[in-house]
């Protein structure tokens, strides 16, 4: 995992290491900061997809493990026949002046911290999801971005897939009704989700530990914080950050609002007792709606175990005609207002008219599934926008939204209160 120091991040970077400017046929030249196991299976072979027809190329490799470096030079060059340059951190990534762009999977905490590093050196970005784990690291990545001007991708790919372009469609059209509730889970039944056997190999004088916490409080050396981060606050929120940012993403999305108007949450750890401090079990309550008009809105229910595998990965919307299903990409009018029940009450009924949401191939729900086809299609669409300079469909707005949603949500589990968002300050409230 690459990092630079917090004092050069703040100063910016000299105007040498700024990247070139492109040319409409030039060859982009992108640099990889963190060498992950989610880059080597998802990523490379989503960039690889479509460099040769974008022409973009893998140029060089920033982490502060060596072995992590060793393995990026070998594992490029069988896929894509280049050699790439190999630097110890971010400082000596940013001096290359041939680097236009990044590609950022690391640490869930440092993404944030690595994006504004990335622009401040006038480089567009590629960085995963969760955007931010705080809200003061998100609030810097906005101001970065928005300053800079650079294009940033984060890596909710649901954003790109579509299915889900066709669910934000209808229901913006107004035909599915307003919202009233959404029902999200994601269950697995892995002991070892999120646990790396690499953790043995990991010698601190391999890497560089203080460069690793960038903002974090200086703590002495565990390699399992290092490696198995998301097992750890404060490096990680686990559930919150994996996998609800990229289903409330949605919410966000096919509503156009930013955030929960609060949050209610509980889970512990209640199997897997391995030394983790995240939850591997969690339940979360949100209201959603306008903040100026407390009688419009819907909940949104999210839950998670690690422990049992039943019900899998699910996210349904309901409104009074019906639900959308995006398992299985159906509209349907299933518990919807039927004749009956409307004649009894002097009522209309109210059914949807049940459909496949168009372009609806197929699409793997769950991450890290391994150049899955959300993934590609968000990457290609990045890459696009480089050579366009248009906004990508996972804008920095759009991460740091998810990123309020994350915040509220693990600030709820860990305090057992409610919590809402002042908009003003833009920070987390407890009740």
């Not at 992590?68 to 001096?95: C, M, P, Q, T, W």
């Not at 970005?125 to 990545?141: F, G, N, S, V, W």
């Not at 990680?236 to 950050?241: D, K, T, V």
Request: aromatic share 10%.
């Amino acid at each position: 995992m690459g990092t630079v120091g917090l004092a050069a991040m703040n100063m910016g970077f000299s105007a040498k290491s700024y990247g070139r400017i492109l040319g409409a046929n030039d060859r982009v030249q992108v640099g990889i900061v963190g060498f992950s196991n989610r880059f080597r299976s998802s990523l490379v072979p989503s960039f690889m997809n479509h460099a040769k027809d974008l022409n973009f190329e893998f140029a060089a490799v920033s982490d502060i493990w060596n072995r992590r470096r060793d393995a990026a030079e070998a594992y490029i060059k069988s896929k894509a026949g280049v050699k790439i340059k190999k630097h110890r951190n971010n400082d000596e990534l940013y001096d290359n002046k041939d680097i236009d762009a990044v590609i950022i999977s690391t640490a869930d905490f440092q993404h944030a911290l690595m994006g504004v590093e990335a622009v401040r050196a006038g480089r567009d970005a590629y960085i995963e999801k969760p955007m931010a784990e705080t809200m003061e690291d998100a609030r810097a990545l906005l101001k970065a971005v928005e300053e800079t001007k650079k294009i940033v991708q984060i890596g909710s790919q649901r954003r790109s897939a579509p299915n889900y372009i066709a669910a934000n469609d209808y229901i913006r059209s107004g035909k599915f009704g307003d919202i009233t509730m959404v029902e999200m889970c994601w269950n697995v039944n892995q002991p070892g989700r999120w646990r790396v056997p690499e953790v043995k190999d990991l010698r601190q004088e391999d890497t560089d530990w203080d460069r690793y916490l960038m903002n974090r409080p200086k703590v002495a050396w565990d390699p399992r914080k290092y490696l198995e981060f998301r097992l750890f606050w404060p490096y990680s929120s686990g559930i919150p950050g994996q996998w609800m940012a990229h289903q409330i993403d949605t919410v966000h999305w096919f509503t156009g609002l930013d955030h929960p108007r609060s949050v209610a949450a509980n889970g512990g750890i209640y199997v897997w007792k391995d030394g983790r401090t995240n939850a591997d079990t969690l339940t979360a309550v949100m209201d959603y709606g306008p903040q100026n008009d407390m009688t419009k809105g819907f909940q949104v229910i999210f839950t998670s175990r690690f422990h049992n595998s039943a019900g899998g990965t699910k996210e349904l919307y309901f409104s009074n005609g019906g639900m959308i299903n995006l398992d299985t990409n159906k509209i349907s009018s299933e518990g919807g207002l039927t004749k009956k029940m409307a004649d009894e009450m002097g009522m209309k009924p109210n059914l949807l008219e049940s459909a496949t949401l168009p372009n609806a191939a197929k699409m793997e729900t769950g991450a890290n599934t391994g150049g899955d086809p959300m993934t590609s299609l968000h990457m290609r669409n990045w890459m696009e926008c480089v050579r366009s300079r248009k906004t990508p469909n996972a804008s920095v707005k759009a991460g740091y939204n998810h990123s309020i949603a994350n915040i509220m949500t693990r600030t709820a589990m860990e305090t057992g209160k409610k919590v809402t968002f002042d908009d003003t300050k833009q920070d987390v409230v407890v009740s």
